[in-house]
């Protein structure tokens, strides 16, 4: 059984040295020669093999293998220093981004298990159907139509608790569980953030305010958690959504791949279409696989994590490149009168825990995110006086 406390050293010791990888060398590139440093990274490289290869949950073994592949690239890209693959590049392989992704990284050991169990989440999904169900069936038994409603509400309500943080995507959010996201639009977790704030102030015995200012509250809300670095981890955290993006979205090159994901862009071209957006429906579905493209083929490269010959591999806050291609298509998203529109909360969810340094966006939504922050800032600054009275 792996140790914890050995766990967590291991990540930490990777997160200063890659870390101090980068900036040595972006501040003396062509001249990195330190060898001590260079036998230190070897050693990280040699300990994140091994715990990979003994890892006991799927979350840890992600973790390390990920962080293999990005040092196998550092070496071979930023370092100049190739690293031994044991004999990948003996197979007549020129540089080791021409080699499949897959074939860097350690075998799984066997028996591995998920570290949070779509069994706790979706019991936490169930409970959220149950209340919302709860005055209706006081009085009487709910029909198979409104059961499905109760579902995708709990499903709603689950996606807000992940977006606001209260339950963690990268920690707690197994990949069994990201259907709940992926059925749920962002503009119902607004709505929904909307409701209860309206439920607080009542509570409180606050001034209320009405549903249109309860809605914009919710939406500048999430444009704060989108632009906010207090919810952000490092890429390295990043490799159970890498595994998922690859294998149920895109193929060997990181393109959609068309056969994957033809339902996604229906559901979203029929939104477009409900929500009259735009009138034509070959326009719908031109529109729907556009932002489809731009956000699944540029997200890995936008978090920066290890890909196959990405610019943003070895950049601690990703490609800029891909960020910005990735902020047209959120902007581009934004229906007439309604914020995302077609963004559903795992979309979202990645946003907001993975993308740092967003640059592009409207002002107006700096504005609102740096209001939150200050507010924030003083509230937590009031409860540490209180507390210490």
Not at 36 to 49: P, S
Request: hydrophobic content about 35%.
């Amino acid at each position: 059984m792996q140790d914890l406390a050995e766990i967590d050293s291991v990540k930490r010791e990777h997160d200063v040295l890659y870390t101090k990888m980068l900036r040595d060398r972006q501040a003396h590139p062509g001249t990195f020669k330190d060898k001590q440093d260079l036998e230190k990274f070897r050693g990280l490289v040699r300990q994140l093999r091994a715990m990979a290869q003994r890892a006991e949950y799927v979350d840890d073994y992600a973790w390390f293998a990920n962080a293999v592949v990005q040092w196998q690239i550092a070496f071979s890209t930023v370092l100049e220093e190739p690293l031994d693959l044991n004999t990948v590049l003996k197979d007549g392989f020129d540089s080791v981004l021409d080699v499949p992704l897959e074939r860097l990284i350690p075998d799984p050991p066997k028996g591995l298990r998920t570290s949070y169990p779509d069994t706790k989440l979706k019991q936490r999904v169930e409970k959220y159907a149950d209340l919302a169900s709860l005055f209706r069936r006081l009085s009487r038994e709910s029909t198979d139509e409104e059961r499905l409603r109760d579902w995708h509400q709990g499903e709603a309500i689950f996606s807000a608790d992940v977006l606001d943080g209260n339950i963690d995507f990268v920690q707690k959010v197994g990949i069994d569980s990201f259907q709940y996201l992926e059925a749920t639009w962002l503009k119902e977790v607004i709505e929904i953030k909307a409701y209860f704030r309206y439920e607080h102030c009542k509570r409180k015995g606050e001034q209320q305010n009405d549903d249109k200012q309860n809605y914009y509250y919710a939406c500048e809300y999430y444009r704060w958690r989108l632009i906010s670095s207090r919810s952000k981890y490092g890429q390295q955290y990043f490799a159970p959504i890498y595994f998922y993006l690859r294998g149920k979205f895109l193929d060997a090159g990181g393109k959609l791949e068309s056969g994957k994901t033809q339902e996604l862009i229906r559901r979203k071209a029929d939104r477009y279409h409900k929500r009259q957006v735009f009138s034509d429906a070959a326009e719908d579905w031109r529109k729907a696989e556009q932002y489809v493209k731009a956000f699944y083929e540029n997200i890995i490269a936008a978090v920066g994590c290890a890909g196959r010959g990405d610019p943003g591999t070895a950049t601690i806050n990703g490609s800029e490149a891909a960020k910005s291609r990735l902020v047209e298509a959120i902007l581009s998203s934004e229906g007439s009168d309604s914020p995302l529109s077609i963004m559903n909360a795992f979309e979202a969810a990645i946003a907001i825990y993975f993308l740092k340094d967003l640059k592009g966006l409207p002002d107006e939504w700096y504005r609102q995110a740096s209001a939150f922050e200050e507010k924030l800032r003083k509230d937590e600054a009031a409860g540490r006086l209180a507390s210490a009275v």
